[in-house]
């Protein structure tokens, strides 16, 4: 039996999302696996349960035993953008979900749709804006763009979840401050028209004894007035719900679970990811992909699969089985002697 390494926290603006689903996840696998939950605190120093001493990724994963299996249940930052991937790669060390290289794609909204639209994926128009321009005269910058805008704006970071730096401007006011608050978390940011249509969502999976699948679809309710699913309609009680699973016409369905699936092999995606889309009047078109959804019990990727049959601990179980098949760490002990074969850990 493989033993679990649970990560969660980290440095990126989803520590307290990205907690929450660790804690879910660490739950539920310990009633099948031998479970080490890691928290990974702001600063990037690793703490185990039950020790107080705090370690540094490397003093972890070198003492990894070879059949441990690492489940990065890190949304933003290092631990979604191929940074942490990469260092598991380099070591041979199993982990949940994409490799470094589909990380890195995944975590740029434009990479995705560049990849996308190479497999005949719709995708949004997009300009693309860049942190060293946009310092050198933001006033400029912002009011030549406010001379051919066509509002209302979406203004996105380029990397990033949970809609966290998104803004819907409708002035050449709102658009300065959405640039300020956008280029501080990112120094690529994306300004797209804001599209006219249903917000869907479909999750795609491969466990341990099938190939990728598609979900049914998911449908955003916002309330009166609001154009946009944020932050607070995720987590803050804002009011947005999700329809789960939604009723789409049969050809809408296909379209967008044939999409779902167009990109998450344009990605390179493994394991899981949640894929969005419009339903427009023109048809499905793509907005972005989060290749380390939300794991909660009730988050909105495990819904998804639930709706599809899959419950959420044979989910969580299936793609640490699936991990553990994968080709492994060859050579040498790398061992240093810290105690961590020794640490507290949760389940059989």
Known sequence: MSRVIVLSGGDSTE??????????VAESLSAHHRVMPIRIDRGGMWWM??????FTAADILDELEPDDVVFPVLHGGWGENGGLQHELEIRGIRHVGCSAAACRIGMSKLATARAAARRGVPTIPTRVLHRSSYLADPDLLTSALARVANWPLIVKPDAGGSSVGVAVVSSLHELRAALGVAFALDPVVLLQPLVRGAEVSVGVWSGSTHGLQATGGSLVHLPDGETAFSYDHKYAGAGGWLEIPAAFPAPILRDLQAGALRVAEAVGVEGLARIDFFVTADGV??????TM???RRESHFPRLVRAAGTQYDELLDSLVRRAARAPGR???DRRTGLGIRTARTIGA
């Open 15 to 24: 520590h307290e999302v990205s907690l929450a689903s660790g804690a879910d």
């Open 330 to 332: 060859v050579g040498g």
């Open 285 to 290: 078109v793509l907005n972005e992909i989060n």
């Open 293 to 295: 959804p939300g794991l």
């Open 49 to 54: 349960e039950g020790m107080d001493t705090a």
